[in-house]
């Protein structure tokens, strides 16, 4: 039993290291090369793209036609606001400067921005136009473009409330550029663009170039120090099947000509996702760059490695693009309310769900979630009571197997005399010797005529462990937990700064394995449990959520008073008993 629970204890520790020192929670993967061998067009339009040609610029070698100049005589600003955000266009290029959603903040306590201004001004703004062609994706994103208003007019304060439109037009020299924005009362915004040079349409996508949401780490001032640098994704899906790739597999420039349904970059918490109006023309760019940024964050002067910044471009083939935009937070409810463009041109496809990824364990991680966020919603109000209480919850239910787990090891201490005689009879033979197989075939008789069952003891142990990594992934991925403070915590997804809860779990594991009694262990494994793991553990939560760490503390500290418990019934005495009279034939 105890050598089971030994190696529960090290393979869900070899789990935790593997995803501390070498990867970041990652979604369930598929490699460039099949994301991309559906489009013939991917690497020779990348090519094209390298020539300054594009796939749809051939019809525009046609002579230049008179085009009237459009353009307005000094750079503006546009707000459009309705209660979820609050979205800065700028007449230059029709891009957005600031795309704040008012009810999240940053860790300095404002009103979070989407945009990223360093991976901005490095790589674009938001809403950017994406040609084949630099010069004229210059000329399109530097231009000065007239603005006009339908639905809602600006208010005193120049501020245009939902729900409204803007049309951004621009036109020179044989170049006519019209971009349009609808705006609702949700998340989602209408893009609709279209650029024809000298009368024919020329492929241009829209463009969200460089990442988004809780990018802080570019700052390099005002950062949490604890904070590591913000994972990016790239997810869509197609014909119904949704997928994600991290950013270290996704490929820069590569055109894809899928009928995609969804298409997005986001981080652990926020998500920007086009919806195509007609999924069967789309169009779409790849963008990965990256940014050098020190290895600790809080030393400037320390080696610098680069950091992924993601981004896409995605228009319509026929060169009139006309999709949905979600920009805002990965909430359940939220992104299960709006759905992609279905076969019948109807919004009945698949929702945005997927982008919230609980990888392998979701079967657990989503009714955990939900249980959570029952509990917050019905009085509690705060995450971190709603993890303490539900961690009682469930140790109290399996109070039962705890008691079945201590009979059933005091059943195994009873026998371990007969075990041992049985072993020592066989200890003359090499282990890869046939007759070491009577050994095994005594040993089940014995456990089977004693009503013993050799692993019943362990299943305690077992399923607080099974359950750490579900929590692990709903703390990364549910965006209610992101800033959510209980007591000396200001924020479960990220690490305790004060280091009280992994001393904690130190102290409490430690305590636990001394006083169970465990007299059929091998020395050195006892000295494991008692010293290495919980060190082990208390190291590794020191740099994983405190949430994660308040689960895990606070069912050691259940698991304590329950073993003080079981230590004083009559059970306990006699385990204490036998295990002292043990110790006393060893010495």
Known sequence: MRSTMAFMLMAMAAILGYQFFFAKPKPSQQTPAQTQSHSVASSSNAASAAQGQGPATAASASAPAATPRISAAAESTTTVENEFYKIVFTNRGAQVEHWILKKYKDSAGKPLDLVQPEAATRFGLPLALFTYEPALTKQLNDALYQISYSGAQPVATGVLLAPTAITFHYASNGVDAVKTFRFDATYVITIETQVKRNGQPVRALVEWPAGLGDMEEFHQTGMMPSQGRTPSFFAWSI????????????????????PYQYAGIMDQYFAAAFLPTVPDRTTLVTLHNAIELPNTPSDPSSKKTPADVLGLAIGDTSGLTRVRLFAGPKATDLLKSIHATGPDGKLDGPSLDPLIDF??????????????????????????????????ILNLTLLPTRITATRSSLKMMRIQPKADAIKKRYAHLKMNDPKK??????????????????YGSCLPMMIPMLLLWPYFRVLLNAVELRQA?????????????????????????????????????????????????????????????????????????????????????????????????????KK
Do not use: C
Not at 438 to 450: D, F, I, P, S, V
């Open 239 to 258: 014909g119904g099947k949704s997928d994600t790739l991290t950013a270290a597999k996704v490929s820069g420039n590569n055109t894809i000509d899928e």
């Open 359 to 392: 990888g392998w364990w979701a079967f657990i991680a989503k009714p955990l979630y939900l249980m959570l966020r029952f509990i917050v919603t019905h009085g509690i109000g705060n995450w971190g009571w709603a993890i303490i209480l539900s961690t009682v």
């Open 437 to 454: 197989a009577e050994m095994n075939t005594e040993m089940m008789a014995l456990y089977k005529a004693e009503g013993v069952n050799m």
């Open 485 to 585: 403070h209980w007591l000396w915590l200001p924020d479960l997804s990220q690490p305790d700064p004060t280091y009280i809860l992994p001393i904690f779990i130190i102290v409490s594991m430690f305590f636990t394995q001394y006083i169970t009694p465990s007299p059929g262990m091998d020395p050195a494994q006892r000295r494991m449990m008692a010293f290495i793991m919980p060190l082990f553990f208390g190291f590794m939560l020191l740099h994983y959520p405190s949430g994660l760490a308040l689960y895990w503390g606070t069912g050691n500290l259940i698991m304590l008073a329950m073993q003080i418990g079981i230590n004083r019934s009559h059970w306990g005495r006699e385990m204490h008993a036998i295990a002292a009279r043990r110790a006393a034939r």
